[in-house]
């Protein structure tokens, strides 16, 4: 089946990341948010030109949907980085001390110049939909930034104070979430898609649905026998899959044929929840 292209990268985002780039002076370290169901694919492959030397702090959210393995696999490979749930708080007790660790020159050299006491200022960057509000109101401990099951709800620069890594104060600037111009794989784009980091508008969704079917079939075909109770064969055409599904879930149109349409939104949404189990799409 031919991957799809979709369009997604309107205006806003171009001047978020002229906003990402000029705020970098004011902030001390990055933290960025990736979806843990998708390490590599939500990892903004742009964001390592625009910060350069920065301090980098990637946390991975969403970890109570994502295969624990995976997700541990991924840690050992950066050097700051913790696999969090920010609507639970799940890891984030490590984020202050781990702002110490990664931050520990700077706040040094703050003791130094007898400014021991100056904030620690973090920038939260991160794809759309991967938690960013989610991870300020968390931390500030009281509902601070709009949070939506949708991306795009951020559109501009929000400073908060996030709590105290030892003597001093964390503050965080929000970023709107921001993709990049073109992907080079474009099933890096369907699964940020699966995951819902664009708007749905912007892929056909019965299409969208049968590549994730190809993709849970070679990697999780146990989780479509269990869930739609679906004859996984190699074999079989997806949309044969798709079909069993719509017929198993009483999904059906006049005529007794099968509504794909709502029997591909129902996979989304599941595959969305956790209704799948832990996944890992990387």
Partial sequence: MPSQTPQWFPGHMARTRRQIKESLKLVDAVVELR????????????L????????????????????PAA???CLQTLKFALAVDCRSGRGLQKFAPMVRDCLADVIASNQAKGMANRPLRLMVVGIPNVGKSSLINRL?????AEIADKPGVTRRNQWYVAGQAGESKIELLDTP??????????????????????????MDRETLALRLIEVLRSGYPERLRERYQLAVAPEEPAW????????????????????TY??????LDDLRGGKLGKITLD
């Fill in 35 to 46: 979806d843990a169901r998708a390490p590599e694919s939500s990892r903004n492959p742009e």
């Fill in 48 to 67: 390592g030109a625009l910060i350069g030397s920065k301090p980098r702090i990637v946390l991975l959210n969403k970890c109570d949907l994502a295969d």
């Fill in 71 to 73: 997700t541990a696999r």
């Fill in 140 to 144: 500030c401990g009281r509902t601070r």
């Fill in 177 to 202: 979430g921001v993709l990049w111009p073109k992907f080079e794989d474009p099933a890096v784009g369907e699964k940020l898609a699966f995951l819902h980091s664009v708007k749905d508008e912007t």
């Fill in 240 to 259: 044969q899959l798709l079909e069993q599904l719509a017929r198993r879930r009483g999904m059906l149109l006049p005529g007794n044929e099968p509504d």
């Fill in 262 to 267: 709502r029997a591909a939104a129902a996979l």
